[in-house]
């Protein structure tokens, strides 16, 4: 899933100052998952507004909205028939769904919430953790299914470094070193032979150094 | 041979080695590297230059290399990965080549965030053994990473470095292997203190043949004080130093640490040298340039051979 975080309050509270009347957009994909912007946290965000901008004496009016997904267009057209009653949307989505309301509603302000991370796996109940970089082009089945791209702090493909200690990134005793992982399980797998193989340099195109990525599928399309 | 380095040749000829380290200066001043020259002058066979080294902002490598090269030094051009894709490498590759630069190093360079830019994007578009490959490349195939033909061939001894003391450590041979297999001719290791860990490594390396494929240079860094000795152990990634030294260093008095701390470095270069597959010593007198002399005379490399 695509994880984020909530903006702090004040952050939002400067985005939204010159509005009286907004419409605050949850998600029920990825950001509800990761507990940052479905339905429950729609509502705290919404309390939090009304009450801090009651107390300065500039009240604030918010619909509430929470869409099945902001990365789909017949879901975002859920917000049609009200949205000219506001003045803003603030969506609590991911950056992919902030950006997609913003292009279908071009003439209101659409507002982020969140700031969008990475894309992860719940560790455990409240630990998300990032997986995937999203490079274009997989090589896991080289390095026992861990990601040196996403794994290793500096995306090694001829790792690890000088670096690790004692299964540690040199950036953070907390961090894991990726490569130390994917030695540990290509040792498990009984797979490690091929490590003294040089990686080639990698094809970064496919990565977002290509470019603003799309694909098409013409099977698919209407 | 395959390029004009003095560093190679020596080696090559068989003879023990002895390189050392100058860091580039935090500012424009050039007298701060050729103030650090003048203290290396005839003891040792290369210099070393670092790039950027922990992160920290300072002048260029490439131009450091370039002041010691006109007061007669053979530069070991640093080169990390971290800050430069492999559009910029090969260009600074090519200028190098162009201005007499005849060692390299391949690295894959500290993480910004030890820096003091610790909000930068990094690239690590290679590795260092992708850049160990892509200087081999150039060299031997006269060819851009790209294909096309190049004008003019890039002659470097390629060097990279190598920690005994990283984890995991059943690794480190076959990431030695890793960086042979890519074409690596010296290698310069990481600060050695714990020596019967580095002997070790090396019955390791001599197990697979790899001493008789690549000079290793074996990095020691002479404590100036027990506080240093303490602060290495417990503050810089991948470094063993044995309980033992830190005790050795308090047992004598704060005035005379800094001696007992060259000391230890020159005890360590005797039974270096003894090793097996070591062909020379890579002395990393951090700020301390001033100390060189006297460590490489005291463990009987000097005078240097005049190769």
Redesign the interface.
Same mark, same amino acid.
Do not use: M, W, Y
């Given at each position: 899933m695509i994880v984020a975080n909530r903006k702090p309050l004040e952050e939002i509270e400067e985005m939204v100052k010159g509005y009286g009347k907004i419409i605050l957009a949850g998600c029920n994909e990825c950001v509800t998952v990761c507990a940052v912007g479905g339905e429950k946290e729609v509502g705290i965000l919404a309390s939090e507004l009304r009450l801090s901008r009651k107390k300065d004496g500039n009240e604030i009016e918010i619909k509430e909205v929470v869409l099945e997904r902001q990365c789909d267009h017949e879901y975002i057209e859920q917000l049609r028939p009200f949205v000219d009653e506001y003045e803003a949307i603030l969506s609590m989505a991911c950056g992919a769904g902030v950006q997609f309301v913003a292009e279908k509603y071009r003439g209101k302000p659409v507002l982020p919430a969140v700031d969008t991370s990475f894309l992860g796996v719940t560790e455990e109940q409240g630990v998300w953790a990032e997986r995937c970089q999203g490079c274009g082009s997989c090589v896991l089945d080289k390095t026992g299914g861990i990601c040196p791209i996403a794994r290793c702090s500096k995306s090694l493909l001829n790792g690890p470094c000088g670096g690790s200690t004692d299964g540690k990134c040199e950036i953070d005793k907390e961090v894991e070193c990726g490569w130390q992982l994917i030695i540990d399980r290509l040792k498990e797998l009984g797979h490690l032979e091929g490590y003294e193989e040089v990686t080639p340099v990698k094809d970064w195109s496919t990565s977002r150094d290509g470019g603003p990525r799309r694909r098409v599928r013409e099977d698919l399309k209407l | 041979m395959t390029s004009d380095s003095r560093l190679e040749r020596i080696l090559e000829g068989g003879e023990f080695a002895v390189t050392s380290e100058c860091g580039p200066p935090r500012g424009a001043d050039p007298e701060v590297i050729t103030k650090k020259g003048e203290l290396l002058k005839g003891y040792v066979d290369a210099v070393n230059v670092t790039d950027n080294q922990t992160s920290v902002v300072r002048m260029s490598s490439f131009a450091s290399c370039i002041l010691l090269k006109e007061m007669g030094f053979d530069p070991i051009l640093q080169m990390v990965? $971290?800050d430069r894709n $492999?559009i910029a490498l090969q260009s600074d590759i090519l200028g190098a080549a162009a201005l007499g630069i005849n060692n390299i190093l391949c690295l *894959?360079? #500290?993480?910004q965030? +030890?820096g003091d830019h610790p909000t930068a994007k990094?690239v +690590? #578009?290679?590795?260092?053994?992708?850049l160990i =490959? *892509?200087v081999k490349w150039m060299r031997d195939e006269g060819k851009f990473?790209g294909g096309d033909e190049l004008k003019g061939v890039p002659k470097f001894f390629i060097g990279a %470095? %190598? &920690?005994p003391f @990283? #984890?995991?450590f059943?690794?480190r041979v076959? $990431?030695l @292997?890793?960086k042979v &297999? %890519?074409g690596v001719q010296f290698i310069q290791t =990481?600060c050695i203190y714990n020596l019967d860990r580095f002997e070790q490594w090396m019955g390791m390396v001599r197990d697979r043949g790899l001493h008789e494929k690549v000079h290793i240079l074996a990095g020691v860094t002479p404590f100036k004080s027990v506080g240093m000795a303490k602060y290495m152990k417990n503050m810089v990634?991948?470094m063993d130093v044995p309980d033992k030294l830190i005790e050795r260093l308090q047992g004598v008095e704060k005035e005379n640490q800094a001696e007992e701390g060259i000391k230890i470095c020159v005890e360590s270069i005797q039974r270096l040298k003894a090793i097996e597959g070591v062909h020379g010593v890579h002395v990393m007198a951090i700020e301390w340039e001033q100390k060189v002399p006297e460590i490489v005379k005291q463990a009987g490399l000097h005078p240097r051979p005049s190769a």
């Open positions: - | 990965c $971290r $492999r *894959t360079g #500290d993480h965030k +030890f990094n +690590f #578009d290679l590795d260092s053994v992708q =490959q *892509t990473l %470095a %190598a &920690n @990283a #984890d995991p059943e690794i076959p $990431r @292997a890793k &297999n %890519a =990481q990634p991948g």
